[in-house]
């Protein structure tokens, strides 16, 4: 089976997280779970069929490695957390409009279906897990009905232009722009069209033009050999510290790297920079704010918990 994304991942088990509740369901025609409960938030039951159906989902995604006493104790905690949220939500009738319910949904399919090539083996993989559309409408209804939550329970936090300035003056060392080089190089197999190439350049030819027609990077052969900017620790190490020894304009000799045999063409050394508050006030602020709405939303749901009526039997 292909692995999915990253991305995908983070929304397909949050949002799979948030299915094992009893009672939050707006299906009401799924079939009752009389397995047995696991524990109780309040008027919800988590039941050992929803944690093991979770674990199931998990191993999807993972493999079975994850199936173990550790993991499932893990998630079950997560699920009393989320079922705290899902009624949270109920109460401040925070809900998903279905219209935005349904084009989420369709772009979760299409994306499914992408990550596992087609539809064909996306439906055996789905049916092998016994999972079906109406469960992902489910489950997506829930995770974007907790990130309602968090969008409204946070909305009111801020960040003064004093924090961002607090915050650079004293982590200065985070926003400096470290050395880094533009360059053209021409890569070849062996070391002898390296030294006839690099005779030539020496004589007068054009190095672009000779990187186009004999270099062997894909990647920079179609401009001349023009290299994205780059600072230490991108290439390979010979190349590196050959590129960063020489001056603008200065040709290189023969270098050699795993890759093959480089010469190289310095344009521009753009020294170490610190970067100015108006520079990264931006990123300062982004950051700042996801800290605070992080931390506001663990008071709400410590807040939730030490209220909460919550049971673990194991």
Same mark, same amino acid.
């Given at each position: 089976?292909?692995? #999915?994304?990253?991305?995908?991942?983070?929304?397909?088990?949050?949002?799979?997280?948030?299915?094992?509740?009893?009672?939050?369901?707006?299906?009401?025609?799924?079939?009752?779970?009389?397995?047995?409960? #696991? &524990?109780?938030?309040?008027? *919800?039951?988590? *039941?050992?069929?929803?944690?093991?159906?979770?674990?199931?989902?998990?191993?999807?995604?993972?493999?079975?490695?994850?199936?173990?006493?550790?993991?499932?104790?893990?998630?079950?905690?997560?699920?009393?957390?989320?079922?705290?949220?899902?009624?949270?939500?109920?109460?401040?009738?925070?809900? @998903?409009?279905?219209?935005?319910?349904?084009?989420?949904?369709?772009?979760?399919?299409?994306?499914?279906?992408?990550?596992?090539?087609?539809?064909?083996?996306?439906?055996?993989?789905?049916?092998?897990?016994?999972?079906?559309?109406?469960?992902?409408?489910?489950?997506?209804?829930?995770?974007? *009905?907790?990130?309602? #939550?968090?969008?409204?329970?946070?909305?009111? @936090?801020?960040?003064?232009?004093?924090?961002?300035?607090?915050?650079?003056?004293?982590?200065?060392?985070?926003?400096?722009?470290?050395?880094?080089?533009?360059?053209?190089?021409?890569? @070849?197999?062996?070391?002898?069209?390296?030294?006839?190439?690099?005779?030539?350049?020496?004589?007068?030819?054009?190095? &672009?033009?000779?990187?186009?027609?004999?270099?062997?990077?894909?990647?920079?052969?179609?401009?001349?050999?023009?290299?994205?900017?780059?600072?230490?620790?991108?290439?390979?190490?010979?190349?590196? @510290?050959?590129?960063?020894?020489?001056?603008?304009?200065?040709?290189?000799?023969?270098?050699? *790297?795993?890759?093959?045999?480089?010469?190289?063409? #310095?344009?521009?050394?753009?020294?170490?920079?610190?970067?100015?508050?108006?520079?990264?006030?931006?990123?300062?602020?982004?950051?700042?704010?996801?800290?605070?709405?992080?931390?506001?939303?663990?008071?709400?749901?410590?807040?939730?918990?030490?209220?909460?009526?919550?049971?673990?039997?194991?």
């Amino acid at each position: 089976m292909k692995r #999915l994304s990253i991305a995908l991942i983070v929304i397909i088990v949050a949002a799979l997280l948030l299915s094992s509740f009893n009672g939050c369901s707006r299906q009401s025609s799924a079939p009752q779970d009389t397995s047995t409960q #696991l &524990a109780s938030v309040n008027n *919800t039951s988590i *039941t050992e069929n929803a944690l093991n159906t979770r674990v199931s989902i998990f191993k999807l995604f993972y493999g079975p490695s994850i199936d173990t006493p550790e993991t499932k104790s893990k998630i079950l905690d997560q699920l009393i957390e989320e079922a705290l949220l899902i009624q949270e939500a109920a109460r401040q009738k925070v809900a @998903v409009a279905p219209e935005d319910l349904t084009k989420e949904l369709a772009l979760f399919m299409d994306q499914l279906t992408t990550q596992f090539t087609d539809v064909e083996t996306m439906d055996k993989e789905l049916k092998t897990a016994k999972l079906t559309e109406a469960d992902f409408k489910t489950f997506l209804d829930r995770y974007l *009905t907790i990130q309602g #939550l968090y969008q409204k329970a946070t909305e009111k @936090v801020v960040v003064m232009a004093a924090d961002l300035s607090k915050y650079y003056d004293e982590n200065k060392a985070e926003f400096v722009e470290e050395e880094s080089v533009r360059a053209r190089h021409i890569l @070849v197999k062996t070391k002898e069209e390296a030294q006839k190439l690099l005779a030539q350049i020496k004589g007068g030819k054009d190095f &672009a033009a000779l990187a186009k027609e004999f270099s062997q990077d894909p990647g920079s052969k179609d401009d001349g050999g023009e290299l994205p900017r780059f600072g230490r620790g991108e290439m390979y190490e010979e190349f590196e @510290v050959a590129t960063f020894a020489l001056s603008p304009g200065q040709l290189s000799g023969v270098v050699s *790297t795993p890759a093959g045999f480089h010469i190289i063409l #310095l344009e521009e050394k753009v020294p170490e920079k610190q970067l100015s508050l108006d520079e990264v006030k931006d990123q300062i602020k982004e950051m700042l704010l996801e800290e605070r709405r992080g931390e506001a939303f663990d008071k709400i749901i410590a807040d939730l918990q030490s209220k909460a009526k919550i049971n673990k039997t194991q």
